[in-house]
Structures are given as structure tokens and as C-alpha cells.
């Protein structure tokens, strides 16, 4: 399977590096607008470059969380599988977008990384609100991983 990936941050870099390492694709095209790094794959100029590229199958989108909904759709209608990192987007009306368009592309497949909620400090919090030990919730905000400086 051939790959395009927008956005070559540190997610884009893993995602990369995973698929040559697993041997199950090859990265074709990446887009990334603000490389601090050298980029080993052709660089497209836009992410259009990526998204009407014919000889790419899928995409990756790991780019800042505003822009995941539009690039889905389009990675989409474009008739590519897309997997996403998260979130599917800001809001509700966001994510009922994205839906809406996934179910006119049935054979399409569309993921999106949701791979903290196999950790377990999630499933004991998951565990502590459906037995009430907190009361009823009002607010959270959680912080994992990468993104945690403080």
C-alpha cells in the first residue's frame, strides 16, 4: 500500500518510520510546511499534492487538531483510506461532517488513533467515574504523554 502523509511532525515522523519498519507500505509523498528536519520523501508543496496523488492509497493526517475534520473529508472524497490522529474534531458538529461524508465511501476505510484509552491510568479513571467514586463530573482535563512540560 502507498502512502502520503500531511503533516511531518513528530507523529508524521513515527508514522513513517513505523510503516518502513513493518514493511507493510511505502511512504510516497509527505507535506509539511514548517520541516525542521531534513524529509528523506518527496515533499509536496500542498496538501492537495498529497490528497489527488493517484498512486497514493492512504493518507495520514497528523497535523494541528483544527485541520483534521477538512483534510479527513477530502483525504475522503479523494478516495483514500485515511487514518487520523486524534481528535475527529472541535466539536459535534465537526465529527457529524466527517460521518456524513465517511458513509458515501463504504469501502473506504477512516481510523483515528485513539490509543490512550489502552493505557492504564485511562481505564482506572474510566473505572472511577462508571462507579461513581468522584460524584458526578462536571470538568476534567487530562495530560499525557508528549505534550506534558510541567
Known amino acids: 500500500m502507498k502512502f502520503g502523509i500531511i503533516g511531518f511532525g513528530k507523529m508524521g515522523q513515527i508514522r513513517a518510520r513505523t510503516l518502513e519498519q ?25 496538501e492537495d499534492e498529497v490528497l489527488m496523488n493517484p498512486s497514493i ?10 485541520k483534521i475534520p477538512d483534510l479527513c ?12 490522529e486524534k481528535p475527529p474534531g472541535l466539536n459535534a458538529d465537526d ?27 485511562i481505564k482506572k479513571m474510566k473505572s472511577m467515574i462508571d462507579g461513581n467514586e ?10 499525557y504523554g508528549k505534550e506534558v512540560d510541567e
Do not use: Q
Request: include cysteine; glycine fraction near 8%.
Open 22 to 46: 513493518s514493511g507493510m507500505g511505502e511512504v510516497v509523498s509527505v507535506y509539511e510546511p514548517n520541516a525542521r528536519a531534513e524529509v528523506l520523501y518527496h515533499r509536496a508543496s500542498t
Open 57 to 66: 492509497d492512504s493518507i495520514f493526517v497528523c497535523t494541528p487538531n483544527y
Open 73 to 84: 473529508i477530502r483525504g475522503l472524497r479523494n478516495g483514500k483510506h485515511v487514518f487520523s
Open 95 to 121: 465529527v457529524s461532517r466527517v460521518i456524513e461524508v465517511e458513509n458515501n465511501f463504504p469501502t473506504l476505510k477512516l481510523m483515528y488513533g485513539f490509543n490512550h484509552r489502552h493505557h492504564e491510568s
Open 134 to 143: 468522584l460524584g458526578k463530573i462536571l470538568w476534567m482535563r487530562g495530560r
